[in-house]
């Protein structure tokens, strides 16, 4: 941890967020950090096929503190194209290498789309088409993590004609754990508390039907979207640069796809400054959703069940005194105690029972 600059206080940090990234009680964290300082360490083979190597890069480029070298410290990274400093005939056989000596042991992190028509002609690495490589090296690997929206779903690569039929990981291997971590780039984080999992409990977390960890895509990034409550009270951006865009009002109406999107980007942030498309003025894309990344254009709009406030919201205009004020001040006070009663139930639902808490610990 010194030689990468990380100190013993950042360590613990790291666990800690970590810790409560995957929904785990505070007290986990003490076995997440002995998970982290193992000697053993899982080895990785990390392939690329049809990708911009975006998902690596955002790995490479997260810092204060190192999290790439954490990362790559927490696991033997046995082969990885972009950063490994072999080439040719050198890299091929570090890769066979690899697979012998831990067959059965190894993460298997796919990074890329696999393409499918006329054979998968349309990516080869040392004289193997990616189709090839996926089936070779996924049958003795212990599981397949899909970084990326790419390797996941298949990315853009698969938008319509789709000519070299890329498809995801989870299209082509039945018969492995695949765990997708979808996103373009997706935040290195999820990837780190996916892999710090498997250190501490030697078992993949639990996933959706996406195959995605529900840790990180169990809510929809409208929950917890800092302009919620601009789209609870009716306030919206009607165009780019309007006053609306710039005082910070919902995005809804741009194509936002927030409402139809699971992860935890407005909660987790990315860049180390905590930022993330929608906080700058960009409506997010949907990248996490198969079904709307690259099939909705930016601008289209998602279908929610109230794109409008109900009328029991307070409405964003003045209201002459004694026309509808009294029936709006009432409407008010239900729903601010009854959302304050739901959410308290909901809080009392997500606690850990002490039972849970002492198994667990």
């Known amino acids: 941890m010194q030689r990468v ?28 950090a002995e998970a982290a300082e193992k000697v053993v360490k899982p080895p990785v083979v990390w392939l690329h096929f049809q990708e911009c190597t975006g998902c690596s890069e955002s790995l490479l480029r997260s810092n204060h503190p190192g999290l790439s070298e954490f990362i790559l410290d927490l696991v033997s990274l046995e082969y990885h194209e972009t950063l490994m400093a072999g080439s040719g005939t050198q890299a091929e056989k570090s890769l066979q290498n690899a697979v012998t000596e831990y067959k059965d ?6 990074e890329g789309a696999i393409p499918t028509k ?11 088409t990616a189709l090839e490589l996926l089936d070779e090296m996924a049958k003795n690997a212990v599981g397949i993590i899909s970084i990326g929206t790419c390797a996941s779903y298949g990315g853009i690569q698969a938008v319509e004609p789709n000519p070299t039929g890329a498809v995801g990981v989870w299209d082509i291997i039945k018969d492995k754990s695949i765990i997708n971590i979808p996103g373009c780039p997706p935040n290195p984080y999820n990837f780190l508390s996916v892999i710090l999992y498997y250190l ?28 919620r409550p601009h789209f609870d009270a009716g306030r919206f951006a009607e165009k780019y640069g309007d006053e609306g865009h710039k005082n910070g009002y919902c995005l809804y ?13 407005s909660v987790l942030r990315f860049n180390d400054v905590g930022v993330w498309p929608v906080s700058v003025g960009h409506p997010c894309i949907g990248c996490t ?38 029936t709006i001040t009432a409407a ?30």
């Open 5 to 32: 600059n990380i100190s013993r206080r950042d360590f613990i940090k790291i666990c800690i967020k970590t810790t409560a990234l995957m929904g785990l009680p505070y007290g986990m964290y003490t076995k997440v």
């Open 105 to 110: 042991s190894y993460i298997l992190v796919i």
């Open 118 to 128: 006329e054979n998968g002609v349309y990516c080869q690495i040392g004289g193997k």
């Open 200 to 227: 501490t409990f030697n078992k993949f977390p639990k996933l959706d039907k996406s195959n995605r960890p529900l840790f990180a895509y169990g809510r929809k990034i409208h929950e917890h979207c800092e302009r």
């Open 253 to 265: 109406k741009l194509g936002c796809k927030g409402p139809s999107t699971f992860a935890n980007c």
């Open 289 to 326: 959703e198969h079904s709307i990344l690259f099939k909705k254009s930016i601008d289209e709009k998602v279908q929610i069940h109230n794109p409008t406030p109900p009328d029991t919201y307070p409405t964003t205009k003045p209201i002459e005194r004694g026309k509808g004020a009294d």
């Open 332 to 361: 008010v006070v239900g729903t601010v105690a009854g959302a304050a009663l739901g959410a308290g139930a909901v809080l009392a639902k997500k606690l850990p029972k002490e039972d849970d808490c002492e198994k667990e610990n």
